[in-house]
């Protein structure tokens, strides 16, 4: 896995890209995670640019009671809800799957209890990555 300040990475290899993104809603799903929206910003670039642009796909994670806690303890933490988890086509083929770190993300808001809760969702959104099968 990889890391950069804002969020983490796994190569899951040469799978077709479907596939992959198959495995990363199931390792979300394993975490109590569900896929509320898909973008995909392959398909939205031809059709809004015509621009060809690779395999690329933003899907936003929530997971219901951390986003409630979240929530009860900000109100305006919606402006960063869902979390972020990209799914992207490398140039050898292989797919990379990503995530934000919710840690950084909710840095902005200067609130202890909500720091707090970043944590429970960086430890799973971290599970989640590791454990892409």
Do not use: W
């Not at 596939?19 to 995909?40: M, P, Q």
């Not at 490398?90 to 902005?108: H, L």
Request: charged share 25%; aromatic share 6%; hydrophobic share 45%.
């Amino acid at each position: 896995m990889t890391d950069v300040a804002y969020g983490y990475s796994r190569n899951l290899g040469k799978l077709n890209f479907e596939d992959a993104k198959a495995r990363v809603v199931r390792a979300l799903k394993n975490h109590g995670f569900g896929v509320l929206t898909e973008i995909d910003v392959q398909s939205t670039l031809k059709n809004k640019l015509d621009v060809a642009f690779r395999n690329y796909m933003i899907l936003g994670a929530c997971n219901p009671p951390l986003a409630h806690k979240s929530l009860s303890s900000e109100l305006m933490i919606g402006l960063l809800l869902p979390c972020n988890v990209i799914l992207f086509e490398e140039d050898d083929g292989s797919v990379t799957a990503s995530a934000i770190n919710p840690r950084e993300m909710f840095k902005v808001v200067n609130n202890p209890e909500l720091q707090a809760v970043a944590g429970e969702v960086d430890a799973k959104l971290r599970a989640v990555i590791e454990s892409i099968e």
